[in-house]
């Protein structure tokens, strides 16, 4: 729940005015981008006008915490926000939700007839078929968002049942909202074909280097949540937290450092964060590595070291009161 991690952020920040730090600065690595972006958004509101409720309905008390406000802003590989991501890796050619192994073979990525090479040859994808198949992850996207408001839809009529019958039975079904499985999340065509969004990376995903595999095996992102966590985080479309949006509150000054071999942010991605960010002070830096910091080629310094010199310097000179130290 993201709207409940904000609370998790303005703890920290509390903590840290408390005990005499005169700057803060917010580093917030891949999905942490967002939320910490998010943070931002909310925290430049007066209390009244916060989010009151999270996506799912569930209230969250944004509107009674203290949300100091951080001095820097540091994007660490940002993707776009766990929900606008899942949809880029989501497999639209799941046909019932219930079967992992079900396909449309007109959506179907890991078919040669759709453009599909066998691994590690880099797929050949008409852009005409990258267009009906992202079309398509939305639409897949907006069944799983319309079951999970039906789910708490049924929990919530519950809820009202037993405040007039005083059944337990009604009682229990009011928190039952359940666990929703999300078949096949590692499936962005950009994995297996390396001339969309061309950058540095090698072929395969964030979860290995046959996504043909590993798009059917039980990890993924998202592929266990509740109704509530779903909207919430997991669904381009109803999550608050979307970074390019998100971003128009921050003014502070903002680093956002790209590793070139990324598998989940992208050269567009960082001018559309850097164009999205209201700072005047917005700062990029290249680095070679891939999105956890691994170096892209065996021998090569990490991406992690590289980085960490990067956001020293600029820490340094941007708050030079205090000591900075990178090892």
């Given at each position: 729940?993201?709207?409940?991690?904000?609370?998790?952020?303005?703890?920290?920040?509390?903590?840290?005015?408390?005990?005499?730090?005169?700057?803060?600065?917010?580093?917030?690595?891949?999905?942490?981008?967002?939320?910490?972006?998010?943070?931002?958004?909310?925290?430049?509101?007066?209390?009244?006008?916060?989010?009151?409720?999270?996506?799912?309905?569930?209230?969250?008390?944004?509107?009674?915490?203290?949300?100091?406000?951080?001095?820097?802003?540091?994007?660490?590989?940002?993707?776009?926000?766990?929900?606008?991501?899942?949809?880029?890796?989501?497999?639209?050619?799941?046909?019932?939700?219930?079967?992992?192994?079900?396909?449309?073979?007109?959506?179907?990525?890991?078919s040669a007839m759709n453009g599909f090479m066998p691994p590690p040859t880099s797929s050949n994808y008409s852009q005409e078929f990258v267009d009906r198949y992202r079309r398509g992850q939305r639409d897949r996207v907006a069944k799983i968002d319309a079951f999970a408001r039906e789910r708490i839809g049924v929990a919530s009529n519950s809820k009202a049942y037993f405040a007039a019958s005083n059944d337990p039975q009604d009682e229990r079904a009011s928190v039952a909202t359940g666990?929703?499985?999300?078949?096949?999340?590692?499936?962005?065509?950009?994995?297996?074909?390396?001339?969309?969004?061309?950058?540095?990376?090698?072929?395969?995903?964030?979860?290995?280097?046959?996504?043909?595999?590993?798009?059917?095996?039980?990890?993924?992102?998202?592929?266990?949540?509740?109704?509530?966590?779903?909207?919430?985080?997991?669904?381009?479309?109803?999550?608050?937290?979307?970074?390019?949006?998100?971003?128009?509150?921050?003014?502070?000054?903002?680093?956002?450092?790209?590793?070139?071999?990324?598998?989940?942010?992208?050269?567009?991605?960082?001018?559309?964060?850097?164009?999205?960010?209201?700072?005047?002070?917005?700062?990029?830096?290249?680095?070679?590595?891939?999105?956890?910091?691994?170096?892209?080629?065996?021998?090569?310094?990490?991406?992690?070291?590289?980085?960490?010199?990067?956001?020293?310097?600029?820490?340094?000179?941007?708050?030079?009161?205090?000591?900075?130290?990178?090892?």
């Amino acid at each position: 729940m993201h709207e409940q991690a904000l609370l998790d952020m303005a703890a920290g920040q509390m903590f840290l005015r408390e005990r005499g730090f005169e700057n803060v600065v917010c580093i917030g690595h891949s999905g942490g981008a967002t939320l910490a972006a998010f943070y931002f958004e909310q925290a430049i509101q007066p209390s009244g006008g916060r989010l009151k409720q999270a996506p799912g309905g569930q209230p969250v008390a944004l509107a009674d915490a203290d949300m100091p406000l951080p001095d820097g802003l540091v994007l660490l590989a940002p993707h776009p926000g766990q929900g606008v991501l899942l949809e880029r890796v989501i497999d639209p050619s799941v046909l019932d939700e219930a079967d992992p192994l079900s396909v449309d073979p007109e959506l179907d990525p890991w078919s040669a007839m759709n453009g599909f090479m066998p691994p590690p040859t880099s797929s050949n994808y008409s852009q005409e078929f990258v267009d009906r198949y992202r079309r398509g992850q939305r639409d897949r996207v907006a069944k799983i968002d319309a079951f999970a408001r039906e789910r708490i839809g049924v929990a919530s009529n519950s809820k009202a049942y037993f405040a007039a019958s005083n059944d337990p039975q009604d009682e229990r079904a009011s928190v039952a909202t359940g666990v929703m499985t999300v078949h096949r999340t590692d499936a962005d065509l950009r994995s297996v074909d390396l001339s969309i969004d061309p950058n540095n990376r090698r072929y395969g995903s964030l979860f290995g280097p046959r996504p043909d595999l590993s798009d059917f095996g039980v990890a993924g992102f998202g592929r266990l949540a509740t109704p509530e966590a779903w909207l919430s985080t997991w669904s381009s479309i109803s999550s608050n937290a979307n970074l390019a949006r998100n971003l128009k509150a921050v003014t502070v000054p903002t680093l956002i450092v790209e590793f070139t071999g990324d598998q989940a942010c992208f050269p567009a991605d960082i001018a559309a964060f850097t164009a999205a960010c209201s700072a005047t002070d917005v700062e990029n830096v290249s680095i070679a590595g891939q999105h956890f910091g691994a170096p892209i080629h065996r021998g090569e310094t990490s991406g992690t070291q590289l980085a960490g010199s990067a956001m020293s310097n600029w820490m340094g000179e941007r708050f030079p009161t205090g000591a900075f130290v990178s090892m």
